[in-house]
């Protein structure tokens, strides 16, 4: 069974940083381009970035220049590398398996998501 599990998330002051991981297990995680969403209270799920299988990343103008997308196919992870929050950022985070179109459907894979709260 495909599952995908987040963590890394918590409370952090405005300006703070935060590093998220997300563990892949049951499927060829290296053929997949994967994906970071996140969900704010009341609100969709919004893209936020996404890394090929050829190494391509790209991201949305919300996160561009503060949040850094990575992974290591040797250990099935991806990261999210959080800086510069701000409360605004505040949202569950949810790793996803594919492009960002399809990350935020409701049929995509995703994890059960990681809190990140930016407050002072």
């Known amino acids: 069974e495909a599952r995908l599990e987040e963590s890394g998330g918590g409370l952090v002051q405005p300006g703070g940083s935060l590093r998220l991981s997300c563990t892949a297990s049951?499927?060829?995680?290296?053929?997949?381009?994967m994906s970071w969403v996140r969900q704010a209270p009341e609100k969709g799920l919004e893209w936020l970035s996404t890394?090929?299988?050829?190494?391509?990343?790209t991201y949305s103008d919300s996160v561009q220049g503060r949040f850094t997308i990575s992974r290591d196919d040797a250990k099935s992870t991806l990261f999210l590398q959080l800086n510069a929050l701000k409360t605004e950022d505040t949202a569950m985070y949810y790793c996803?398996?594919?492009?960002?179109?399809?990350?935020?459907?409701?049929?995509?894979?995703r994890g059960r998501g990681t809190q990140v709260t930016v407050s002072s």
């Open positions: 049951g499927f060829p995680f290296n053929q997949y381009t």
């Open positions: 890394f090929d299988s050829l190494g391509r990343t």
């Open positions: 996803a398996r594919g492009t960002s179109d399809y990350a935020v459907s409701k049929n995509a894979l």
